[in-house]
């Protein structure tokens, strides 16, 4: 068995070891009974409040007599 070899079953082994963690990390949540877990997004924050959209200003109609 030579360097080389060694080097690579390192590596590939803390891949796999990545790899089991990031899927339990993501598989964990799906578990019955687990709490839902917010990502970030702003979609299941509570305090988001929306604003409606301002209407375009429009310029008043002009008096000018054409």
């Given at each position: 068995?030579?360097?080389?070899?060694?080097v690579v079953?390192?590596?590939?082994?803390?891949?796999?070891?990545?790899?089991?963690?990031?899927?339990?990390?993501?598989?964990?949540?799906?578990?019955?009974?687990?709490?839902?877990?917010?990502?970030?997004?702003?979609?299941?924050?509570?305090?988001?409040?929306?604003?409606?959209p301002t209407?375009?200003?429009?310029?008043?109609?002009?008096?000018?007599?054409?």
């Amino acid at each position: 068995m030579s360097w080389q070899e060694v080097v690579v079953a390192i590596v590939v082994g803390l891949a796999i070891v990545s790899l089991y963690r990031h899927l339990g990390g993501l598989l964990g949540s799906a578990q019955p009974g687990a709490p839902a877990s917010c990502r970030g997004c702003d979609d299941c924050a509570d305090d988001v409040t929306t604003v409606a959209p301002t209407p375009p200003l429009l310029h008043p109609p002009s008096t000018r007599v054409h």
